[in-house]
């Protein structure tokens, strides 16, 4: 299940993951991202992982389509939960010119304030 929230101009793009991923899921995933950066860029998203059980094929092929949106990100705070992979180098290195964070549940707030900074 993917949740979207923020898509006004000057909002957060916030996306809540639970369980997994579907292609339609990351289908709006991607038409939100576009809607957003069309108001707006650099766009700073929220990821908000909770009970992450992977994904299927297709939303893995799904996925492959968001890569051309990567350069409209300026910075992407990551809260998760145990289940979620934490981040490492690679991945860092993967999304050159994205500021990448990663906080706890309990630092959601945190997360946000972050975002919000210039």
Excluded: C
């Excluded at 038409?31 to 009970?51: A, C, D, G, H, Y």
């Excluded at 992977?54 to 705070?77: D, F, Q, R």
Aim: glycine letters at 6%; charged letters at 30%.
């Amino acid at each position: 299940m993917l949740e979207v929230k923020g898509e006004k101009k000057g909002e957060i793009l916030e996306v809540t993951t639970q369980g997994t991923a579907t292609q339609n899921d990351l289908h709006k995933f991607k038409n939100s991202l576009n809607t957003k950066r069309l108001q707006e860029e650099p766009v700073n998203i929220l990821f908000i992982f909770k009970n992450i059980d992977g994904n299927t094929p297709k939303a893995l092929l799904e996925a492959m389509k968001i890569v051309t949106y990567l350069k409209s990100i300026g910075k992407s705070a990551i809260v998760a939960d145990e289940t979620f992979v934490s981040l490492d180098e690679k991945i860092e290195k993967f999304i050159p010119g994205v500021e990448i964070n990663q906080y706890s549940l309990e630092e959601l707030e945190t997360a946000r304030e972050w975002l919000r900074e210039d």
